[in-house]
Every structure is written in C-alpha cells, then in structure tokens.
C-alpha cells in the first residue's frame, strides 16, 4: 500500500538519522513530528521544534513528558522563520520538517505563510549538512494555501541540481486537497 504523506515524510526522514543528528520541526503542531524526531535522535541527537502558537507547545510538551521525551528536545514559541536565532553559526542540521497549513483543530484563520516558510526553509540550507534532507508537507486547501503551495513548488525547482535533489509526492486521484510532500536533499 503507498504511504500518505506524514508516512512517507517520516520514511525518508528516518533513512538517514541517527541517534546523533540535531534537527528542526518548523511546525510542531500537535507534537506528532517532534516526537517521532525526538524518538530517532535520542538519547544524543537534538530537536527543535517552532510553532508560534502556545496551544501546540503545551500539547507537544506533555506528548514528550508522556514518553519521557523531553531530554534534547528544545520547545520553541516562535515562528519558524527565527530558526537561525536558536541555532549556534556552524551548527549543522541533518533534517527538518514543515506541515504548512494550520494546526488541527484550532484557529484555521492562523496559519503558515509562504514569505516567513521561505526565510525559513533559506536558513536551513544553510545548516543542512550533507546527505541531509528537508521534508515540506504542504496542505494547501485553506485561504493562502495555495500560494503558499505554489512558492515551496518554485522555491523547489530553482534549487541547484548540482547541489540538491527534489522529490514532489503527491496523490493525483483524491479530493479535497491533498497534501503535497517535497523533499529536498542535499548533495
């Protein structure tokens, strides 16, 4: 059976970290993504995770004191575009996820935008290291989330081929907008 796009996301994520790797949930949402980080970089890796909102803070923080996950893991409220504030100069970063739309659930007026999921996404190439990968989840079916879509979408193709791969995953047969996955490697 094909994966949906969260498993998926964390099929490639989980290809290539170890139990050493420091890493960003740029959208920590309702906590899935930072746990399951949490869990694959433990007990010596590195998780920070960025939602601006403090709803999605509280609810991944007791998801990780549930698992006894907190160690390493940096809780962040703060949108995703500051990443580089929380981030020493050199420190390299072996993957990130985005899920761009809203938190589930909640306010659907308050979600992603694409200028700040841009600066975001322009600092962590910069810290990603090599063979590291950059997993955008892109629900789009919300007021802007099309435009956003359509920024990650050209942001993605005019990345260097001789420096990073891009995959785009995406069911073409369902309705309601689906989510679109991207992943860019680094080279």
Avoid: W
């Avoid at 050493?20 to 590195?46: C, E, I, R, S």
């Avoid at 909640?106 to 322009?122: M, Y």
């Amino acid at each position: 059976m094909l994966q949906n796009a969260l498993q998926f996301s964390h099929t490639l994520l989980k290809e290539i970290l170890t139990d050493y790797d420091h890493v960003v949930d740029a959208t920590m949402g309702n906590g899935n993504d930072t746990l399951f980080l949490a869990q694959t970089v433990q007990p010596n890796g590195k998780v920070y995770a960025f939602d601006v909102q403090k709803q999605a803070l509280l609810k991944t923080q007791q998801r990780l004191v549930d698992n006894k996950l907190m160690e390493h893991t940096e809780l962040i409220q703060d949108g995703h575009e500051h990443i580089e504030n929380y981030l020493t100069e050199d420190e390299a970063i072996k993957a990130a996820i985005f899920n761009l739309g809203y938190l589930p659930k909640s306010d659907k007026t308050l979600t992603t935008l694409p200028a700040t999921t841009r600066k975001a996404l322009d600092i962590l190439l910069k810290h990603l290291s090599d063979k590291g990968r950059i997993v955008i989840v892109s629900y789009y079916g919300h007021a802007g989330g099309k435009e956003e879509l359509t920024m990650v979408d050209h942001y993605c193709q005019n990345l260097p081929q001789d420096q990073y791969n891009v995959l785009r995953y995406q069911f073409i047969n369902q309705k309601n907008d689906p989510p679109i996955l991207f992943c860019i490697e680094k080279k």
